[in-house]
């Protein structure tokens, strides 16, 4: 069974978690509608039904409500910065904010941000460079739980570690959609498993190996322990490219930043913690401005007209399915799993809110 619930009503129901556990009204509002527009957007697994998980972080003292980030160095374009273990919705736009004015003042910023509690959709912060005119390269590192397996190896390692790039297309007049490509380096996301899992359903061969390292289609095995008490594991995508990615995001995201690598057995913490390579370009100040602007709208309209392969929708550019599914939902509401609503139900009372 599937509730189908307003924008605005369900932001409200998520903010009134987050202040239940400190956060300012402010902040709890940002988190909530990060999560709702994660679910308006057609990613469910990054949308409202984290919110019981970050009520849990924050009660293990895993999660600092209103954190502030720290500067770790600043020297104008390279700019590295500790999240403090703060809600990330709120240290990933601080780090974002703290970037741009690098970027107008030099035209580009190399930005990593450590311990940062989840930072939900990446794409997010890609499309707030975009509002800009500006390019976005995120490479992200999640230390949660190991989950995905190497390639060629038979039990979870690190984690969904997503990586995204956001680009402007054409500009003024010519100014078309931009490019939003934003994905977990598992060939799913966990979040998706939970949902697939809570709905019943079984996902496609290629994605999971069980607790014993074998095929499944079964994606309980990376949401509740197995017979044997061990996890089963999500397969990289694209085999051994994807798994190439999802290390070079490890190693961006969590070593280079500071915040650090997984190399450990899993625990039974709550909290996801992120961490962020990030990296945007003003193309203004590359001084190809205008053939920019030309060719990346010559080349998406080439592709766009390409004729339609039989049984598809067509040609679609990234961030194209996530616009068209927001258009969608904010007209006809936000669906849930029963499952994840019951979740977010008894998350409320266990800080005393009536959802
Ligand atoms: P996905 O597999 O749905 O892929 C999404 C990307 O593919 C988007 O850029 C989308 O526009 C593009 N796309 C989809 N269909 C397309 C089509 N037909 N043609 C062209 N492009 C198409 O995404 P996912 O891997 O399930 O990731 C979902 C979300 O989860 C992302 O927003 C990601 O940032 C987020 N995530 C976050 C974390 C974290 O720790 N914070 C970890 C993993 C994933």
Redesign the pocket.
């Known amino acids: 069974m599937t509730i189908t619930i307003q924008v605005g009503e369900l932001e409200k129901k998520i903010a009134s978690l987050f202040t239940a556990v400190g956060s300012s009204n402010e902040e709890a509002n940002q988190v909530a509608s990060n999560l709702v527009l994660?679910n308006l957007?057609?990613?469910d697994?990054?949308g409202v039904g984290m919110a019981p998980r970050y009520v849990d972080a924050v009660l293990e003292k895993n999660l600092t409500p209103n954190a502030r980030v720290q500067t770790r160095i600043d020297t104008g374009t390279l700019l590295g910065l500790d999240g403090q273990y703060g809600f990330?919705q709120n240290v990933g736009v601080q780090a974002m904010e703290m970037a741009f004015e690098r970027v107008h003042k030099h035209g580009s910023c190399i930005m990593s941000l450590s311990n940062a509690h989840?930072?939900?959709?990446?794409?997010h912060y890609a499309e707030m460079a975009v509002e800009n005119h500006w390019i976005s390269i995120h490479f992200?590192s999640?230390n949660?739980r190991p989950i995905v397996a190497p390639y060629g190896g038979g039990d979870g390692r690190f984690?969904?570690?997503?990586c995204?790039i956001g680009i402007p297309v054409g500009v003024g007049s010519s100014a078309r959609e931009p490019f939003?490509?934003?994905?977990?380096t598992?060939r799913?996301?966990?979040?998706?498993m939970r949902v697939a899992h809570n709905e019943g359903k079984s996902v496609e061969p290629g994605t999971l190996i069980d607790e014993n390292g074998r095929p499944t289609n079964n994606p309980g095995v990376v949401v509740v322990p197995q017979s044997n008490g061990k996890m089963g594991a999500l397969m990289p995508f694209g085999q051994y490219k994807g798994f190439g990615l999802a290390v070079a995001c490890e190693l961006l995201g969590g070593a280079l930043s500071g915040g650090g690598t997984w190399h450990r057995q899993a625990d039974s913490r709550r909290a996801?913690l992120?961490s962020m390579l990030t990296i945007v370009i003003d193309p203004k100040r590359l001084g190809t401005e205008v053939s920019f602007a030309s060719e990346t709208t010559e080349f998406i309209d080439w592709l766009k007209s390409s004729p339609d392969a039989p049984d598809t929708?067509g040609?679609?550019?990234?961030?194209?399915?996530?616009r068209q599914k927001r258009a969608e939902r904010r007209k006809n509401g936000i669906p849930i799993d029963a499952a994840t609503w019951q979740e977010i139900i008894d998350s409320g009372k266990k800080v005393g809110v009536a959802i």
């Open positions: 994660a957007s057609g990613h697994s990054h990330g989840h930072l939900g959709r990446i794409g992200v999640v949660s984690g969904t570690n997503p995204c939003i490509l934003d994905f977990a598992s799913v996301a966990q979040g998706k996801v992120n929708a040609v679609k550019l990234a961030g194209e399915p996530e």
